[in-house]
């Protein structure tokens, strides 16, 4: 369940009557985590390190033993404060400890709070495939806070918007429009209404929910690419990529809007975000061949966009991916 919180003591609005609270924060976002712990009767703090690197079982572990040394019992109550790889963390570990407690969400970063911490898909990687372990776990509450977005380097509130705009492409062609010019609010709720929405009508993903994975298909294959060459491209920046390359291979097949791919490079080339993906086609395929999407006979469930606001499944092998990417 989303709730705006106005400011962080609001919090005590709904976290207040808890009697086993456990907060578990990324060490960058300490700030909040200690802002919190002045308002709320919490009996665990703990700070984890956020990478892709970190975001393994190893790390949960570590959590489920704090948990355990801390005589946590079934009735604990886990507070996840971070961005997207926090909240993963944090409702994994919620998932699995003593077969399932509750837990919230408090996204600091704006792509977390558009996406990631919202509809309770919890997870790790493994030997570099995204989210490859992991369970769905809804939280009891994601709250959306403003003021926790303020310290939010610029690049990282590029790749929220870049979320944004995906979730837009798929459901709401004139928000994704307002959107292109600022991140306020109001669309960061409506963002975030939209995909609980979703989840709601469809929790595990066996049907609508899947259509939240535009750009994710060819973005997770550019991440995977990018630990393996070395180079610096945030989960964001993937999924801009990875909606062009998928707005591409919907031109190709006759699907998408003739232009929508130029002109969707020229609308994430306004905000800042990278339009051109730097890993050939042939490279990204054995990789999406991989995706914990796919299905059987080697066939994956590309989301293609249609036009802003609108979008298809077309299911496919990767390896039969031919179009011109340039």
Known sequence: MIKQLPCIADITLFLSKEKELYVIHDNNVAWVAQKVCKYLNVKGCWGVETSEEQKTMDTVLALERQLLEADASRNAFLLAIGGGITTDLVGFTAAIYKRGIRYANLPTTLLSQVDAAIGGKTGVNLDGYKNM???????????????????????????????????????????????????????IMKAGAIKEAIVERDPKEHGERAKLNLGHTFGHAIEYQAR??????????????GSILAAQLGESLGISEKGLARSLEEDFAKIGLP????????????????????????????????????????????????????
């Open 275 to 326: 339009t051109k993906c730097p890993y050939s086609l042939e490279s990204l395929k054995e990789a999406m061949a991989k995706d914990k999407k796919a299905q059987g006979g080697g066939k994956v469930n590309f989301v293609l966009p249609v036009k802003p606001g609108e979008v298809v499944f077309h299911q496919m092998n990767p390896y039969d991916l031919h179009f011109d990417t340039k």
């Open 133 to 187: 372990l992991g369970a769905f776990h809804i939280p009891e509450f994601t709250f959306l806070c403003p003021a926790v977005l303020e310290t939010l380097p610029p690049r990282e509130l590029r790749c929220g918007l870049a979320e944004m705009l995906k979730t837009f492409l798929l459901a709401d062609g004139a928000a994704y429009r307002q959107a292109i010019s600022a991140a306020t609010p109001d669309l």
């Open 228 to 241: 393996i060459h070395g180079d610096d491209i945030a989960h964001g920046e993937a999924v801009a990529m």
